[in-house]
């Protein structure tokens, strides 16, 4: 990028331990992660982004002819591009239903917390904890929701499809890699709160964590196969900022609507 990625790359310092480098890879990973840095790049990932939609934005802003729109504006142009690239990607019954209405949403119409291919891509915190030797503990900001990723392999024959699935993790260096299978049906992130999209209870979803060299980012790489949704698989991407000063607050503010309007997202 140009000098104009440098302006709007403002640095958020964080309290990045220096013993950062050379843990064991769940000590690596461990901690309170939230909102992404406020980069180009962090800004448009803030729920979700595919490397076709940071192309596209990356295109404008090394484009001199737009040095003197804002930023918002291209950022809003990149992502239109990228839900249009998203819905190339859906199945044609999929595709009926994108972007998904947001006054359907059972989260909002029922405060029903999110499944697990929306909670991934949620915004805010993200806590990662080491519970014994055979399992961490994914715990999220928005609805203070849990997931649980087994360390040892195992894989129940039949496991009952439930909000977050079935997880199994494995480390590949300093990588986190997590299987999630028995997913069921439910909302994903398409990229955003005003693009989601549906899942069939088909939804396998492969996430790839790791930390920046510096240790003050956590990148995410999500693959999504589901043939019922998807032609071929999706790949989203999403980051974090470390911040270890940050806490988890129970989730109770919800409130059901009483009045709403489909077509108009509340």
């Not at 992502?79 to 059972?106: M, T, V």
């Not at 005003?194 to 492969?206: T, Y």
């Not at 974090?240 to 503010?253: G, L, M, T």
Request: glycine share 8%; net charge neutral.
């Amino acid at each position: 990028m140009r000098g104009r990625s440098a302006l709007l790359g403002l640095v958020l310092l964080a309290s990045i331990p220096a013993s950062a480098r050379g843990q064991a890879p769940a000590s690596r990973l461990e901690g309170m992660w939230s909102d992404p840095p406020v980069t180009p790049e962090g800004l448009f990932c803030f729920f979700a982004c595919t490397d076709a939609g940071l192309a596209r934005l990356n295109a404008l802003l090394d484009n001199p002819a737009n040095d003197a729109r804002p930023f918002q504006e291209l950022q809003n142009e990149a992502k239109q591009f990228e839900r249009q690239y998203i819905r190339d990607q859906l199945s044609p019954a999929a595709r009926k239903r994108y972007p998904f209405d947001p006054a359907e949403d059972p989260g909002f119409l029922r405060c029903e917390p999110w499944g697990m291919a929306r909670q991934i891509f949620a915004p805010h915190q993200l806590e990662i904890r080491q519970r014994g030797a055979d399992r961490l503990e994914l715990r999220y900001g928005e609805w203070d929701g849990r997931r649980t990723i087994y360390l040892d392999g195992r894989r129940p024959a039949a496991p009952a499809p439930s909000a977050m699935g079935h997880s199994v993790g494995r480390w590949e260096g300093d990588t986190l890699v997590v299987e999630s299978s028995a997913v069921a049906a439910n909302i994903i992130m398409l990229p955003d709160l005003n693009a989601m999209g549906e899942h069939s209870g088909e939804l396998r979803v492969v996430e790839r964590y790791t930390r920046s060299t510096d240790g003050g980012t956590l990148h995410l790489t999500a693959t999504l196969t589901d043939a019922r949704t998807f032609r071929q698989p999706l790949v989203l991407k999403k980051l974090w900022r470390w911040a270890p000063e940050q806490q988890i607050a129970p989730y109770d503010a919800c409130e059901r609507p009483t009045e709403f309007k489909k077509g108009v997202t509340p």
